[in-house]
């Protein structure tokens, strides 16, 4: 599994990237705040029920949540899975929102 910092991440959105970001945090932590993306949460990944990413095994997969730790198990269950380009945002939104407000 890779890292991408929140500044990294940054650039490359304002850059016009068009990047596949996917937020494993619960329903209401995403109302809070979100940097858009497919919404799955960590649960549903554990249990295999990924239809919205099916298809993107072989793209760049980043995956964020609160902290950065529930997005590294949802990348690495999804490399079990056969993801095979994951990144981690390290420090999730508390990081993007320490940096970007």
Known sequence: MQNITAEELKARLDAGEELILVDVREPH???EFNIGGIHVPLGQIQMM???ELEGL???EVIVYCRSGNRSGQAAMSL????FNNVVNLAGGMLKWREIYG
């Open 29 to 31: 932590e995403r109302a």
């Open 49 to 51: 029920q990924i239809d």
């Open 57 to 59: 095994e072989d793209k």
């Open 79 to 82: 490399e079990t899975q056969g």
